[in-house]
């Protein structure tokens, strides 16, 4: 995560994509998280349980959300590209809007996850280690977010 002042960035990369990846939803706060997605969540490192919910898919389509209330919109600014073997996604989150989601802070708790439903079997993976479900904000790990240049 790279912090410009105003945003908080960062790209992800997803590996192993095939034809028959999945990126159906193309509509702001649809169930983006049914398609092969990234989810990334972030709470406040004093208050896990409070925290904000990001899913891209490769399409660039979002669905967020602060905590429950998904008429919340992060106003990330989002860049999703696909290629022949993977796909790549970038997002500038602004700092103003984590702010009033969870708090003005340098320490958070943070999770990223990844899904991916092309092939045989789906397959879920996560930054740190949850149990039952990706809402799990007391296992996510720490995440100090360093002051730009």
């Not at 969870?102 to 879920?124: D, H, I, M, Q, T």
Request: glycine share 6%.
């Amino acid at each position: 995560m790279v912090d410009s002042g105003a945003n908080q960035s960062f790209a992800i990369v997803a590996n192993n994509v095939t034809r028959s990846t999945m990126f159906w939803r193309t509509a702001h706060d649809s169930d983006v998280y049914g398609d092969d997605c990234f989810e990334m969540m972030l709470g406040a490192a004093d208050d896990p349980a409070h925290y904000f919910h990001l899913a891209v898919n490769s399409l660039g389509t979002c669905y967020d959300a602060n905590g429950n209330d998904v008429k919340w919109n992060v106003d990330a600014a989002i860049n999703a590209e696909r290629c022949s073997d993977m796909w790549v996604v970038q997002i500038a989150v602004p700092l103003e809007r984590i702010h009033q989601a969870v708090g003005k802070s340098s320490r958070y708790k943070f999770n990223l996850f990844r899904e991916r439903y092309a092939g045989a079997k789906p397959e879920c993976s996560s930054w740190a280690i949850v149990e039952r479900s990706f809402h799990e904000p007391q296992r996510f790990w720490g995440l100090e977010l360093a002051p730009g240049k």
